[in-house]
């Protein structure tokens, strides 16, 4: 079966410029979660949905980073203003709930210039 | 703050050669524990994981891991490697507690390399 997809797989910005990274969760799966891997940093924990709720937004860096899940499927990140620091891959993953092994996506790497 | 450490960073090892990454978290609650590896070019795929029960899991790739909660372990295990294990892997640990988030906590990784 289809596994999580996230689009584009690549994004080179102007620092300054807003950026709409997405991702597509496994069929099913209620909970979608987005994590951030970078060299400095390692894989950080930056939001999860619960259905299109996402309770908690406290793992998302500054109010530059907003998520948002539509249908309970489609979730897309969102990064306003970018800086070079944002650079990163930016991961997704999903489970078939919150308690639930989580499976990843091959992610977006992001690069800001 | 809870964390989660690998203890070796880059692992070289021949073929057939026996495996044993580390993994120690700091959470003195409940926890479920994965290990996750990502092959050269590749996205993150979970390798195994313990949730509760026997203490010692088994994955794909004929790789194992044992929790040990007096200590606070959880270490990867395969009596003998192939060239096709060079990857790196990760550690996560998600705690089981009221306020649950599902977030996994990641160590930072070990980067395995087996010599053919």
């Known amino acids: 079966g289809a596994g999580v997809s996230q689009s584009p797989s690549n994004k080179v910005t102007e620092k300054g410029k807003d950026v709409e990274l997405r991702c597509d969760p496994i069929s099913g799966h209620t909970a979608l979660y987005w994590y951030r891997q970078s060299l400095g940093q390692g894989l950080e924990f930056l939001i999860y949905?619960?259905?299109?709720?996402?309770?908690?937004k406290s793992g998302l860096p500054s109010d530059r980073f907003s998520a948002e899940r539509t249908g309970g499927s489609v979730s897309t990140l969102t990064i306003q203003r970018t800086q070079q620091e944002d650079s990163a891959v930016y991961l997704c993953?999903?489970?078939?709930?919150?308690?639930?092994?989580?499976?990843f996506g091959p992610g977006t790497r992001l690069t800001v210039t | 703050a809870q964390s989660v450490s690998q203890h070796n960073h880059h692992v070289i090892l021949s073929e057939a050669a026996s495996l044993e990454l580390g993994c120690n978290y700091s959470y003195g609650g409940t926890v479920n524990l994965f290990w996750y590896v990502q092959y050269p070019g590749q996205h993150l795929q979970l390798l195994l994981k313990y949730f509760s029960g026997d203490p010692l899991v088994k994955g794909i790739k004929g790789f194992e891991a044992e929790f040990i909660k007096s200590k606070f372990s959880f270490n990867l295990r395969k009596p003998s490697v192939q060239w096709s294990d060079t990857a790196e892997y990760f550690c996560a640990v998600k705690l089981r507690r009221t306020s649950n988030t599902g977030k996994l906590i990641f160590g930072q990784g070990t980067t395995l390399q087996v010599k053919p």
């Open positions: 993953a999903s489970s078939f709930e919150l308690d639930y092994e989580q499976y």
């Open positions: 949905f619960q259905g299109n709720s996402a309770p908690d």
